[in-house]
């Protein structure tokens, strides 16, 4: 058996290295698998750069501040702004991390004034709500979703500029029973997981409750920081939660923050119903943007 004896390698110039042979020996070359770009690793972070992003979801995000302020309903138009520019199912997952920050001051001031029979009807269906919107937009393309949201937004900004002109819908004195508020809750949920927008249904069912302030304040709180929640393992499920995704949310943190004490400020000082004009027909004619995009 003729025995073949391997030099130690020497160091070359070139970035390869290669075992010495004999001249009339063949070169072997030892080459490493390349790394797939995904699995490399880097110290550089990203959000989204792009510009017009963020000339979007700043007022978005402003918007959602002054909802958790006190100016409710106005923070339904943050999503179908910051889906004129990117993905609404990415937008959605972007705003989600801001609500459950914002949604801590309203649970923990409010946390010994919770209506139990109002959460344990509703909840269960809205649950149920959001696995319906989750397999939704897992199925549907980004269009279709763009559709349905633009959809949505119309139909909520159309339905309280109704109701300004009708006046607040009247109380009944023998409240609908508690599966009506489950039914509720499936359709809370369901618009909660595509548009953030889950306030009509669940009003439509409390309101003629006649809660009492403190308690329509925290049950509405804890409802909605629950409903934010359960969204976690839908917008998982949906590949959603990545890196860009959560720093860009974080980037946009501190400008929630500032606009939900803006909010409790605001509150106090300005025509209200003008303001809430002027929000509810901009969420139609975002609406009507929406549909026309996602036609084309």
Partial sequence: MTRIRL????????????????????????VLPAIPRERRPSSKFYVIQDPIFYLLAAPAVILLGFSKGGLAGVGSLALPLMALVIDPVQAAAILLPILIAQDVVGVWSFRRH???????????????????????????????????????????GAYRLWLGRRGAPKTTSTPSPGWVGSLAGVASGFTSQIAHAGAPPFQLWV?????????????????????????????????QFTRTNMLTAAALLPVAIVSTFAGVWLVRRIDGERFYKIIYWLMILVGVILIGEATL
């Fill in 114 to 156: 919770l209506d139990w029979y109002v959460l344990g009807w509703t909840l269960p269906g809205a649950t149920i709500g959001i696995l319906i919107g989750y397999l939704f937009a897992a199925r549907v393309s980004a269009a279709g979703v763009m559709a349905l949201l633009g959809i949505i937004s119309i139909a909520f």
């Fill in 207 to 239: 309101l003629p409750r006649r809660l009492p302030r403190d308690m329509l304040v925290g049950t509405w709180a804890v409802y909605f920081a629950a409903l934010n929640w359960i969204k976690v393992p839908a917008f998982a499920a949906l590949g």
């Fill in 7 to 30: 030099k130690p390698p020497q160091r070359t110039t070139s970035a390869r290295r290669a075992w010495p042979t004999e001249p009339d020996a063949p070169k072997i070359t030892a």
